[in-house]
């Protein structure tokens, strides 16, 4: 599967996006899709996932309560609806998929196979 995201831009605390990743050559059904992020100078992590078989959702502590991962199984798409932004959530937001898991895995990045090429979120203060 290809993974392509979009949605990134810039922004002022307080603000909100809506990252979009959209997968071409297989379907989402048997997949399990993640967000993952990484900051300048750090490593990359976690953010949220989603099971294409029931919907089943992930997320790091850090984003519960403020980012809503949901899909739409028509396009193809899973979208990451990040509210209340702060400056630390800047970073390069990453999709990636692993195929053939029903349950959202531990966020950890050596459990997605597929990867797209990231968008660029900042956050103003």
């Known amino acids: 599967v290809h993974l392509v995201e979009s949605g990134g831009g810039r922004v002022q605390a307080g603000g909100s996006l809506r990252l979009s990743c959209v997968g071409t050559?297989?379907?989402?059904?048997?997949?399990?899709i993640g967000w993952f992020r990484q900051a300048p100078g750090k490593e990359r992590e976690g953010v949220s996932g989603?099971?294409?078989?029931?919907?089943?959702?992930r997320y790091a502590d850090f984003v519960k309560g403020r980012f809503t991962i949901s899909s739409e199984g028509a396009k193809n798409t899973v979208y990451l609806q990040m509210n209340s932004l702060e400056p630390e959530d800047t970073a390069v937001y990453y999709c990636?998929?692993?195929?053939?898991?029903?349950?959202?895995?531990?966020?950890?990045?050596?459990?997605?196979?597929?990867w797209g090429r990231g968008t660029r979120v900042t956050v103003s203060s």
């Open positions: 050559g297989d379907s989402f059904d048997e997949y399990v």
């Open positions: 989603i099971s294409g078989y029931d919907g089943s959702t």
């Open positions: 990636a998929a692993t195929y053939g898991t029903q349950v959202v895995p531990e966020l950890h990045e050596q459990e997605f196979d597929y």
